[in-house]
């Protein structure tokens, strides 16, 4: 059965996970930075950001993990069908 449109787009492809991992220790220094200067516009954008990084690079990761396991152990189906299989859970 095939995918609804739109529904497996390669996107885990497009995730550069090294560029995520890059920005996370430079959104940790701008909150350390604006707890120093005790400046809440530096803090909370900066803690957003982190969160949203480090959600996206652990969801990417975990993602790309399953994907090997599930083509590592011989599967049939091609990896966008595991995919929609994945989002039809």
Do not use: K
């Not at 995730?15 to 350390?32: C, K, R, T």
């Not at 994907?67 to 994945?86: F, L, N, P």
């Amino acid at each position: 059965m095939g995918c609804p449109v739109g529904a497996c787009v390669p996107v885990l492809d497009d995730i550069s996970i090294g560029y995520l991992l890059l920005l996370l220790p430079g959104f940790a220094l701008w909150v350390a930075y604006g707890v120093a200067a005790g400046n809440l516009a530096l803090i909370v954008p900066n803690i957003v950001a982190f969160a949203v990084g480090a959600l996206t690079a652990w969801w990417a990761l975990r993602l790309r993990r399953e994907g090997a396991v599930a083509q590592g152990a011989g599967s049939a189906a091609s990896g966008d069908e595991a995919r929609c299989r994945h989002l039809a859970r």
